[in-house]
Nanobody
Framework: VQLQASGGGLVQPGGSLRPSCAASGSIFHVMGWYRQAPGKERELVAA???????NYGDSVKGRFTISGDYAKNMVSLEMHSLKPEDTALYYC??????????????WGQGTLVTVSS
């Protein structure tokens, strides 16, 4: 399984970014993004299931929108109204569900998002 993320960068507060991630090598059932800021634990940003259900971290609700194309195994994250506290390494994550008890997680290399004036 390979994941290739792109689209991070430096943006001013209030700005927008749209990172995306392409996955290959398997069939996936959940695709999403996590982030980790310096000195903090990794946290869920947003995820979308093959069935179209979405889940967002509380701090990004109303500002970020996740979209997944399971035919192409691509997931993107539209980020608006960015704040300095959104600064973090953003990791693409995909999940293959083998059974309800066995799920395989795969992680991308991380793309840096910096929100600063």
């Amino acid at each position: 399984v390979q994941l290739q993320a792109s689209g991070g960068g430096l943006v001013q507060p209030g700005g927008s970014l749209r990172p995306s991630c392409a996955a290959s090598g398997s069939i996936f059932h959940v695709m999403g993004w996590y982030r980790q800021a310096p000195g903090k634990e990794r946290e869920l940003v947003a995820a979308v299931t093959r069935g179209g259900s979405t889940n967002y971290g509380d701090s990004v609700k109303g500002r970020f929108t996740i979209s997944g194309d399971y035919a192409k195994n691509m997931v993107s994250l539209e980020m608006h109204s960015l704040k300095p506290e959104d600064t973090a390494l953003y990791y693409c994550n995909v999940v293959r569900v083998i059974t309800p008890q066995l799920k395989l997680d795969y992680w991308g290399q991380g793309t840096l998002v910096t929100v600063s004036s």
